[in-house]
């Protein structure tokens, strides 16, 4: 079965540096499209970063972020390890939240909606 399994949360300071890693299980990896999302405490879920898989069938290829962390996080994806990472420098205490990576099945990417398959989320907290 798919599963999606999140790592590298943690407390830091804002300025710092995480890098959080999601490795899937279950479905073929690369032809996938993966998200990464975050959810604050008393806020909707919000859509960070997106990474198409190589079977993207919309034309559009490449990474897409929010506006809200553009310049400062870098989502990348290693096919043969069926990992996508998110790199997260520069972090603010804005960026706590519970981060989530989940598998697109279509529709428009920043939409949590568009997403079949979720991990268990891990959490940041950025300490000011």
């Known amino acids: 079965q798919v599963q999606l399994v999140e790592s590298g949360g943690g407390l830091v300071q804002a300025g710092d540096s995480l890098r959080l890693s999601c490795a899937a299980s279950?479905?073929?990896?690369?032809?996938?499209?993966m998200g990464w999302f975050r959810q604050a405490p008393g806020k909707e879920r919000e859509f960070v970063a997106v990474?198409?898989?190589?079977?993207?069938?919309?034309?559009?290829?490449?990474?897409w972020y929010a506006d809200s962390v553009k310049g400062r996080f870098t989502i990348s994806r290693d096919n043969a390890k069926n990992t996508v990472y998110l790199q997260m420098n520069s972090l603010r205490p804005e960026d706590t939240a519970v981060y989530y990576c989940?598998?697109?099945?279509?529709?428009?990417?920043?939409?949590?909606?568009?997403?079949?398959?979720w991990g268990q989320g891990t959490q940041v907290t950025v300490s000011s």
């Open positions: 989940a598998r697109h099945r279509g529709g428009d990417y920043d939409t949590a909606r568009a997403y079949d398959f």
């Open positions: 279950g479905y073929t990896f690369s032809i996938y499209t």
């Open positions: 990474a198409t898989g190589s079977d993207n069938s919309t034309y559009y290829e490449g990474t």
